[in-house]
């Protein structure tokens, strides 16, 4: 892989880190990987098996051990777990990169996963409603998340939009001021 710093997608469950990370890895030509997506091929298990069989911890140390094995490799793009800025294990490896926080309003994140597919398939945070989850989690994470991020994104912009800030920023780190063509999606 490339020498170039690895790109770190942050932020809470449906904030679009997996959509915008796979748009970013084609645009850019760099590997995706997303922390969840290796949890689930190293254990062989889902989080929510996870979860069940040994509570939110057993998750959190796959998920650090799913980041530390990606952070060895660089140039990829990587969207990571919503709470894997919970362990300071985690916020230094991240600091290794370039740290992309999605922020989106409490409003659009519940009804994304509301509309989600794969909401039942995630274990509850709280257990309560997702409108009050959404709020608890992000009242506990936001610190964390603009902590580790070097660039926050606005995760309620339309995809295309999205994209061209991301790509723009990805210049702007990297010394880059050329133009990048409008996204199409």
Not at 68 to 87: D, K, M, N, P, R
Not at 107 to 120: K, M, Q, T
Not at 124 to 133: C, F, P, Q, R, Y
Request: aromatic share 4%; hydrophobic share 45%; charged share 25%.
């Amino acid at each position: 892989m490339s020498g170039e710093a690895n790109i770190y997608l942050i932020g809470a469950r449906a904030c679009g880190k997996t959509t915008l990370g796979r748009r970013l890895s084609a645009r850019l030509k760099r590997p995706f990987v997303d922390t969840d997506q290796r949890v689930l091929l190293r254990t062989g298990k889902t989080v929510a098996q996870l979860v069940a069989e040994g509570g939110w911890a057993a998750f959190r140390e796959a998920e650090t051990l799913a980041l530390s094995e990606v952070a060895v490799f660089t140039g990829q793009v990587v969207s990571c777990g919503g709470g894997i800025v919970l362990e300071q294990e985690n916020r230094d490896l991240l600091a290794g990169g370039r740290v992309f926080y999605l922020k989106a309003p409490v409003e659009v994140l519940a009804g994304r996963l509301e509309r989600a597919p794969g909401h039942a398939q995630r274990p509850t945070l709280t257990g309560a409603d997702i409108v009050s989850e959404v709020r608890q989690v992000l009242a506990e994470r936001e610190a964390l998340y603009l902590g580790c991020a070097k660039v926050v994104l606005r995760a309620d912009l339309p995809l295309g939009a999205l994209v061209d800030e991301a790509l723009a920023e990805i210049d702007r780190l990297e010394g880059r001021q050329k133009k990048q063509a409008p996204d199409q999606g």
